[in-house]
């Protein structure tokens, strides 16, 4: 069956813009999150959703990020005010639940530039 | 101290032999444990998953879990040059699905 979609799949823009990421899950799949993954760095934690609902932001970086879920399916993740620092590659994934033992799978990612 | 600790590599195997990849984690509390393999440019792949101490066996991967000591680790035979990525070990620390990533082990299978 399909797997996790991003789009679009390569972003560039100017620093200052505001920039919106895509993710439909895995058909079925309640648990939906969102990393970031800097050159570099490590695979960094920012939302998970268990429905429409976001019980952990903790890994939002500023109040300049912002996540939704509607439907239970698609998320978007919204960056205002896009700074150079925000480049990397966004990377969500999805799992039938937010258990703890439920496994992950990953989209192919959004490369985010900021020029 | 980092949650979740690996070598960073790279570690460099000939084609054939058995490579080990180490995982350290700090939280106690943690329960599930994860491998993900990714290639250059490309998103992470989970390919083993363990929860209960002990070995894991699937195809030619071994996933081994030790709770008292915190510590993974991802055994891989009959290495192929194929399997040349960065393995990331991944853990939950039951803050519900957030899973906290190692910085990853660049793996080279040399033919």
């Known amino acids: 069956g399909a797997g996790v979609s991003q789009s679009p799949s390569n972003k560039v823009t100017e620093k200052g813009k505001d920039v919106e990421l895509r993710c439909d899950p895995i058909?079925?799949?309640?648990?939906l999150y969102w990393y970031r993954q800097s050159l570099g760095q490590g695979l960094e934690f920012l939302i998970y959703f268990q429905g429409n609902s976001a019980p952990d932001k903790s890994g939002l970086p500023s109040d300049r990020f912002s996540a939704e879920r509607t439907g239970g399916s698609v998320s978007t993740l919204t960056i205002q005010r896009t700074q150079q620092e925000d480049s990397a590659v966004y990377l969500c994934a999805s799992s039938l639940a937010s258990q703890n033992n439920q496994p992950q799978h990953f989209g192919d990612g959004t490369r985010l530039s900021i020029l | 101290q980092k949650e979740v600790e690996q070598n960073s590599g790279p570690l460099s195997v000939p084609e054939g032999a058995i490579a080990s990849l180490n995982c350290t984690y700090s939280d106690r509390g943690s329960q599930s444990f994860f491998w993900y393999r990714q290639y250059s440019g490309k998103s992470p792949e989970l390919i083993m998953f363990?929860?209960?101490?002990g070995d894991k066996e699937d195809g030619r991967f071994t996933a081994q879990l030790n709770k008292a000591s915190q510590y993974v680790s991802l055994l891989i035979r009959d290495s192929q040059p194929s399997d040349s990525a960065t393995y990331l070990c991944?853990?939950?620390?039951?803050?519900?699905?957030?899973?906290?990533f190692g910085q990853g082990t660049e793996l080279s299978v040399k033919p």
């Open positions: 991944a853990v939950n620390t039951n803050q519900g699905g957030k899973l906290i």
């Open positions: 363990i929860y209960s101490n």
């Open positions: 058909s079925g799949h309640t648990a």
